[in-house]
């Protein structure tokens, strides 16, 4: 996790505010899930949504998400999990959908196995958020390389991001270089120990208008 300042900034980034319904894609171990949580209050709702692709896992995903509901203080968030494709069909109409480091899965073997597409998935989330509602991306960088090491390398080039979401009907609201890192040299993966938790980084906002 980041340090508090970037926490705070990232949240404020996603405009997720008191009230809010916030889709956290692909939780993991729930950290963003809990301070969305907070962020939205009681009177907000959290869907953390376990992509039925990787819900065989041995960490059990869902089950986790489905522990992380009961914890005290936590009334407000909820544990769902389907297909990428069928998100529409399995969560209510959103303020936020948040993809934290999964936006380059969509283009790997795993996530497509159920025939899922990262086009396909951009649609879903168009038909998730209300008009308005945000669609914020943070993922690991790889400037100029397309789509072509999201399998390889965990990274995907921001100008690829950005071309596949605006296709599906999205405005691009704002971009942030917080998580930047010019010492990245974009080539190992994002998991190598010479770069772990510290990937060059982008953050954009999208916009249903």
């Not at 819900?55 to 522990?67: C, I, Q, T």
């Not at 297909?83 to 969560?91: E, K, N």
């Not at 080539?187 to 999208?206: E, H, N």
């Amino acid at each position: 996790m980041y340090e508090q300042s970037k926490v705070s900034e990232l949240i404020r980034f996603a405009r997720a505010a008191a009230g809010s319904t916030v889709i956290d894609v692909y939780p993991g171990d729930g950290d963003w899930t809990r301070l969305f949580s907070d962020a939205v209050g009681p009177e907000g709702r959290v869907y953390s949504f376990v992509p039925a692709e990787v819900a065989h896992f041995k960490n059990d995903p869902v089950g986790l998400m489905r522990a992380l509901a009961k914890e005290p203080g936590r009334e407000n968030v909820e544990a769902v999990s389907a297909d990428l494709a069928a998100m529409p069909q399995a969560t209510p109409q959103a303020d936020v959908v948040w993809l934290h480091l999964f936006y380059h899965d969509l283009h790997t073997t795993l996530m497509q196995a159920r025939g899922a597409t990262a086009a396909q998935f951009n649609r879903a989330v168009h038909d998730r958020l209300k008009p308005g509602g945000y669609y914020v991306i943070v993922d690991h960088a790889a400037p100029g390389t397309g789509t072509g090491e999201a399998q390889s390398l965990h990274r995907i080039d921001p100008a690829s991001v950005r071309e596949e979401v605006e296709a599906a009907g999205f405005v691009l609201d704002e971009e942030s270089s917080l998580l930047a890192n010019k010492d990245d040299p974009h080539t190992v993966k994002a998991f190598d120990p010479s770069v772990k938790g510290k990937t060059d980084r982008f953050a954009y906002r999208f916009v249903r208008r």
